[in-house]
């Protein structure tokens, strides 16, 4: 059944279900008005509510309009897209939105409260040091969370907490802390005719934007042309493809152990063995 949506926001003309996400259903309502709008029913909501206003106060991020947040219920703006893919013109319009997003900058890692990744918690308590942030309140939080639901084992755990004992080698002189989207993969970005439509399910926090970058290619989001504009814009460190890359890449990943196991466990275990 379509959910019922508070009286201010409109009434419903018609509705029909759209694929909905790990632990959410999304419903495509016309209301009486002529206005299209997205209904997304599940848990945690009303954070992810804050993130969307969040980043519609704070940036030119295009995101869709909120119209009512609860823990149960987000009704917001419909974003067309065209299925038309990520092509070189829209990855090229990507970049110059997320460069512009990581100029946003901040006085320390992390954020005033925590937040998730899809639907799993993530904590933000704020520091001035950007390596012991994600040793602690990314790669071993989400490893230690892995292992007690017995998605990994000991040890690979073991060996995990000898790359963390490695990170400042391998992490170097961090950028300072910028305003990220937190979960960019194809999924949650949104093109039509060549531009980027819209950004959503964002995972906000401040964090050296290289984390961001990784996440971008880790499931093919973006490639050649976003990254060429993106360097142009804001230049990337040496070293990210060859090292930070994958290491940064390890706590998607292990977010992704978590929801869903198989071949994952596979890959954290290749890039530890790997960096470590």
């Known amino acids: 059944m379509p959910p019922t949506i508070p009286d201010?926001?409109?009434?419903?003309?018609?509705?029909r279900p759209l694929a909905g996400g790990n632990a959410a259903e999304l419903w495509l309502l016309d209301l009486a008005d002529g206005r299209r709008v997205v209904a997304k029913c599940g848990k945690g909501l009303a954070l992810e509510g804050m993130m969307l206003r969040y980043l519609a106060e704070h940036s030119r991020l295009p995101v869709p309009e909120l119209f009512h947040a609860d823990d149960r219920l987000l009704v917001m703006s419909h974003v067309e897209s065209d299925g038309g893919g990520l092509t070189a013109s829209a990855q090229e319009h990507a970049a110059e939105l997320v460069a512009a997003l990581h100029g946003i900058g901040a006085a320390r890692y992390g954020f005033p409260q925590d937040t998730l990744i899809g639907p799993l918690p993530q904590p933000n308590p704020e520091s001035d040091d950007w390596i012991a942030f994600f040793r602690d309140h990314r790669l071993m939080h989400m490893a230690r969370k892995a292992?007690?639901?017995?998605?990994?084992?000991?040890?690979?755990?073991?060996?995990?907490?000898?790359?963390?004992?490695?990170?400042?080698?391998?992490?170097?002189?961090?950028?300072?802390?910028?305003?990220?989207?937190?979960?960019?993969?194809?999924?949650?970005?949104?093109?039509?005719?060549?531009?980027?439509?819209?950004?959503?399910?964002?995972?906000?926090?401040?964090?050296?934007?290289?984390?961001?970058?990784?996440?971008?290619?880790?499931?093919?989001?973006?490639?050649?042309?976003?990254?060429?504009?993106?360097?142009?814009?804001?230049?990337?460190?040496?070293?990210?493809?060859?090292?930070?890359?994958?290491?940064?890449?390890?706590?998607?990943?292990l977010v992704h152990v978590r929801l869903f196991g198989g071949s994952y466990r596979g890959q954290v275990a290749r890039i530890v063995s790997r960096l470590g």
């Open 147 to 253: 292992l007690d639901e017995r998605r990994i084992d000991g040890a690979l755990m073991a060996a995990i907490e000898r790359l963390a004992a490695r990170l400042p080698d391998l992490i170097g002189e961090p950028a300072p802390p910028s305003l990220i989207h937190g979960d960019l993969w194809g999924g949650n970005v949104l093109a039509f005719r060549g531009r980027i439509a819209g950004f959503i399910d964002p995972a906000i926090h401040h964090a050296d934007p290289e984390i961001e970058l990784a996440f971008s290619t880790l499931f093919g989001t973006f490639g050649e042309p976003f990254f060429r504009r993106y360097h142009e814009l804001r230049p990337i460190r040496p070293g990210f493809f060859e090292v930070r890359r994958d290491l940064y890449n390890l706590y998607p990943l």
């Open 8 to 15: 201010g926001v409109g009434t419903v003309a018609s509705a």
